[in-house]
C-alpha cells in the first residue's frame, strides 16, 4: 500500500504569498516572581510533582519565557507556563524572569484560548490538559461531554479507572467525528457510555475499569455514530458475551495490521446480527 502523500510545504521566504507579518503586541519584560499569579480557575490544574522536580533541578536554559495578561497594581496573571513559574516561586521567591505580556485583563475564555492555541504549538501537553483548557474555554463541544459524563458519574483522568476515562482522544473523536454539533456529539457519547455500562457494571470486578479502556470506547462509539438504528440493549448484551479485557486480548491476537477497535467492532457488529432476518435493523461498521 503506498504511504500517505506529505504536505509540500513552499521554502523560502512567504511573504510574496500571505503578506507582511503584523508587528508582534506583546511586551517583553522583567519582573519579580512574586509579581506573577497563577489562578488554576482560569488555567488547567498543576502537578505538583512536576513543579518540585523543576525547582529542584531549575536551569534558566530550560525555563521558556512565561506568556501573561496585566492585572495592574503590578501584578500579572500567568495564561501559559504556570508550572514553571510555580517552580520558580518554589525554588527562589525573589527570582526575576523575563516574561511576555499580551493583553490587560482579557476575558476568562481568551485567557484559556491563548492557553489553548499555545499548548497546540509546544510539545508536553497531554490531551487531557488540551481538552481541560478548552471547557475553560467554553468551547461546546466539550462543554457538552462534561454535563454527559457528570451524568454518568464519570471524568476524564490520566489513568484509567472505574469512573476516570483516560481516553480523551477516542471521547473527543466520539463527539466530533462525522461533523457533529455538540448536541448531537453528546447524545453518541450519551448512548456510547450507557450502552457500555449496560454491559459492565460498575461493581465487576474484571470489567469494572477495561470497560473504559480506548479500544473499547472507540468500538463501541463508531458503532453507534454510524448506525442510527442501533438498539443499546442488544448491544449491551452483545458486549457481554465476553468480559471487556477479552474482546481486546482477543482481538489484539487478530489484528494486524488492522486497528484493535476495528476488529472488537467487526466482531460486535457480526454477534449482534445475528438471528436478524431484515436488514434495515443491521449494524455494519
Not at 504536505?7 to 503586541?25: C, M, S, V
Not at 483522568?157 to 477516542?170: D, L, P, Y
Amino acid at each position: 500500500m503506498a504511504a500517505n502523500p506529505q504536505p509540500q510545504w513552499p521554502e523560502g521566504d512567504l511573504t510574496g504569498i500571505l503578506g507582511p507579518l503584523d508587528p508582534d503586541k506583546r511586551v517583553f519584560k522583567d519582573v519579580s516572581v512574586d509579581k506573577l499569579v497563577v489562578a488554576r480557575d482560569h488555567q488547567r490544574d498543576l502537578n505538583q510533582e512536576n513543579v518540585s522536580k523543576m525547582a529542584y533541578e531549575w536551569d534558566w536554559i530550560k525555563a521558556e519565557c512565561p506568556t501573561c495578561v496585566r492585572l495592574g497594581n503590578g501584578l500579572y496573571r500567568v495564561i501559559e507556563g504556570q508550572h514553571r513559574v510555580s517552580a520558580l516561586r518554589l525554588r527562589d521567591k525573589n527570582a526575576k524572569i523575563h516574561i511576555a505580556v499580551v493583553g490587560v485583563k482579557l476575558a476568562d475564555s481568551e485567557e484559556s484560548g491563548y492557553g489553548v492555541e499555545i499548548a497546540r504549538s509546544r510539545r508536553g501537553h497531554s490531551k487531557l490538559a488540551q481538552w481541560e483548557a478548552r471547557v475553560r474555554r467554553g468551547d461546546k463541544h466539550e462543554l457538552a461531554a462534561e454535563e454527559v459524563l457528570r451524568k454518568h458519574g464519570l471524568r476524564l483522568g490520566m489513568q484509567v479507572g472505574v469512573s476516570t476515562i483516560a481516553a480523551v482522544a477516542v471521547i473527543e473523536q466520539i463527539i466530533k467525528d462525522a461533523r457533529q454539533t455538540p448536541t448531537a456529539g453528546a447524545t453518541t457519547l450519551d448512548t456510547t457510555l450507557t450502552t457500555i455500562e449496560m454491559a459492565y457494571e460498575r461493581d465487576s470486578s474484571d470489567s469494572s475499569s477495561t470497560r473504559w479502556h480506548g479500544e473499547i470506547l472507540k468500538a463501541v462509539g463508531t458503532l453507534v455514530l454510524r448506525n442510527a438504528q442501533i438498539e443499546p440493549d442488544r448491544l449491551a448484551m452483545t458486549l457481554q458475551e465476553k468480559m471487556a479485557k477479552h474482546w481486546i486480548t482477543h482481538s489484539k491476537s487478530l489484528s494486524e495490521p488492522r486497528a484493535v477497535w476495528v476488529t472488537i467492532a467487526e466482531m460486535v457488529s457480526t454477534r449482534y446480527n445475528k438471528g436478524i432476518r431484515n436488514p434495515k435493523r443491521r449494524i455494519n461498521l
